[in-house]
């Protein structure tokens, strides 16, 4: 992309990250937004010398405007920002909910909009400047070249998504990676619990074969006791489990048992006893 004069509102752990990436391809950052401790910190850290300025300053001065704010932030903040925006200028934001719409505001002054969402999670550190992920893409067909320009520089990989099908991109990657920490986090916690010192070391070797193996063939990758149809071992496990996960074991389960009957991996008896053991009160 054509080096540009670039501002970001929001210096969060994905705007500082974005900044710090797109000053490395030789963009100039005229500045990023953020007013807590902790943004304030991520700025000097990642992007020593640049600017913290107003958002209007930002928008008034910046040939591409990146909001990196929260989505139930969006709306509002593309409201306020729009009447400093100019014809010609880009404006994009990180989000993977929306899409166009939500910057229909900077449109109407003749700013070029687009959605421009990295799917990876970031924890704002240098650790994040190295890694490369696919961005979710939504803008004008006479933009996607310059949108997809600007992804190369973040070093990212384009994945171009309809504007009606932004809600279904981001829940699929919000189920596949905030639900795998809350899954994760609760095998942990069970291991914990009966003495392990280290529950990462046990899971890491299975966890990452899994997720390899599932990536890779799909649902031929399933493994346990409920692929297997083995109903005894399950109605154990939920009896020896909390009630939080084992909450969340019954829901994993039922749809674990629904995909296996589907796709042939038990028999329909089975999955009935299954059905029913994972519909039962369990009293510890």
């Known amino acids: 992309m054509q080096r540009s004069r670039v501002g970001v509102v929001g210096a969060g752990r994905v705007g500082a ?8 391809a030789g963009h100039e950052i005229v500045g990023v937004s953020g007013r807590s401790d902790a943004t304030r910190l991520r700025i000097a850290t990642l992007l020593g010398d640049v600017p913290v300025l107003a958002p209007v300053q930002l928008a008034t001065e910046a040939d591409v405007l990146v909001l990196a704010v929260p989505d139930d932030s969006l709306a ?3 409201e306020q920002l729009a009447p400093a925006s100019r014809p010609g200028q880009y404006v994009v934001h990180t989000s993977g909910r929306h899409g166009r719409a939500v910057l229909a505001p900077f ?11 990295p799917a990876m999670t970031f924890t704002g550190t240098e650790i994040d400047l190295d890694r490369s992920c696919v961005f979710g893409l939504t803008a ?16 990212g990989t384009p994945m171009w998504i309809a504007e009606a099908d932004r809600v279904a991109y981001h829940a699929a990657l919000a189920h596949g990676a905030n639900h795998l920490t809350t899954l994760v986090t609760q095998a942990m916690d069970v291991l914990r619990g009966i003495g392990a010192d ?4 046990v899971l890491r070797p299975l966890l990452t074969a899994a997720l390899d193996n599932t990536l890779a063939y799909g649902d031929a990758a399933l493994t346990g006791p409920v692929a297997r149809g083995d109903v005894d071992t399950v109605h154990a496990h ?16 039922e749809a674990t048992a629904e995909r ?21 009160e369990t009293v510890r």
């Open 107 to 117: 449109a109407d002054q003749g700013a070029r909009t687009a959605a421009v969402h």
């Open 17 to 24: 990250v974005l900044a710090a990436r797109l000053r490395a």
């Open 238 to 253: 939920l009896g020896a489990l909390g009630e939080d996960t084992r909450r969340t074991y019954r829901a994993l389960a």
């Open 76 to 78: 509002e903040v593309a």
């Open 198 to 201: 280290d529950p990462a070391s």
């Open 260 to 280: 296996a009957q589907v796709t042939g991996r038990i028999d329909a008896e089975p999955a009935r006893r299954l059905r029913e053991v994972l519909g039962e």
């Open 140 to 155: 004008a067909d006479d933009d996607r070249e310059t949108i997809a320009a600007l992804v190369a520089d973040l070093g």
